[in-house]
């Protein structure tokens, strides 16, 4: 088989064509999970109440928070891989790509050991109801075990999203969407196991997700160059575990501030009860809603640009990123209008409540603000993702993940005394900073001069 079925050369042909093809299959992994991690709120809703809503939002959100490594690391190696694929630099591919992963791993061990450990004090922490904490407890639990599958999903994908393939990936996480809902039904309906339940769902379909995608790199492994060995893996090169770090730190750093943020504002929330914690759960869906193509187009746009930088392609990089921005601003506005036009409805797929769907209606305008954010920010992200400049990644995560995030949401939060709904206006209206940062970035030329050597 030749190579080019496994590495997709981006720094020539169609932009949009080529853009749309890989960011569709990025758009329906991202739908999928969407959807499987959606079902764990509407079967724990219908079965468990606001109660178990509650549990599952606060459990999710530390979850969540746990894969801020996963998520720099893979996004940084993604970004390594499609500068070496850019260069042409295959014979450094195979290498890169064990490195990775002995670097990955042995971080999830690490950090999952370490949560096990302060895992009470997390969700004190998240001023967890009384009512929902062990539920709470149960989920975060499970998933902290379960971390390692995770962080092994995140490092396949990036490995096969850097080298343009994105089809294998959402194979992947399709069986595992599959295998999450009738896992659900399983535990949670059937059995049943509670939120302890759920979240054992999630973890096993994604263990067999993680499974799959290490399963098909060992199938092309003469292609990638990668030999299955234990010295290839436990001797990473130096080198490349340097460029690894000097850029997945402050990715991660990135994704870790920006979700200590979202912590510290469902904390606050939290603490208004039960109703406000459960809507918040809810609330969280919606954002994943609104970073549905956001996410996936400014994952395959960092790809693109980081090829094209890679082969010193730069005039291609201005149309990437304008393309970009014509999708992600088409589907803002989508949104925003189904979400006006049929509130309840949508909202009311998670909770019949009145307490829940009464929040819901006073978080309508902040949940339109979201959406017109997720669209300015992907494009920003695009270029200083798949730049790979680690400074400018670094000021982006200090200033979206704290300053401007906690900032706002403390001004707006507790200054101005505007409660739960200050915390989430406070949280959207932050979500713009990275269109600031990539206007700047963009003007300044400096993106030209960070491809890796």
Known sequence: ???????SDFSQGNIPKQLITFATPLFLSSLLQIVYNTVDMIIVGQKLGQVGLS??????????FLT???????????????????????????????????????CSLAVSAVCLVLRRTL?????????????????????????????????????LRGMGDSRHPFIFIATSAVLNIILDILFVMVLPLGCMGAALATVISQGVSFALSAGYLYRKREIIGIRFTSEFFLKPDKEMFLSLVKLGLPMAIKSASIQVSKLFVNSWINSYGVAVSAFAGVANKIASISNLVSN???T?????????IGAKKYQRVPKIIITVSSITFTIAILMSVAFCAFPLQIFGIFSKEKAVLDIALEYLPVAVLMFFGSAFRSPANALINGSGDYKMNFATAIFDGIIMRIGLSVLFGIILDMGYMGFWLGDALAGFTPFVIGVFFY????WKRTAVK
């Open 1 to 7: 088989m030749s190579d080019k079925k496994v590495i």
């Open 55 to 64: 549990a599952v939002a606060v459990g999710g959100d530390i979850a969540h």
């Open 68 to 106: 801020f490594f996963a998520m720099g690391f893979s996004n940084a190696g993604q970004v390594l891989i499609s500068h070496i694929v850019g260069a042409d630099q295959r014979e450094k591919l195979g290498k890169f790509i064990a490195t990775m992963y002995t670097s990955v791993l042995g």
């Open 123 to 159: 969700l004190n922490l998240m001023n967890t109801p009384q009512e929902a904490y062990a539920g709470a407890l149960a989920y975060s639990t499970v998933s902290m075990i379960g971390l390692v599958f995770i962080y092994g999903y995140n490092i396949g994908s990036a490995v």
């Open 296 to 298: 996936s187009v400014n």
């Open 300 to 308: 395959a746009g960092s790809s693109m640009v980081g090829q094209n």
């Open 443 to 446: 003007i300044s030329g400096r």
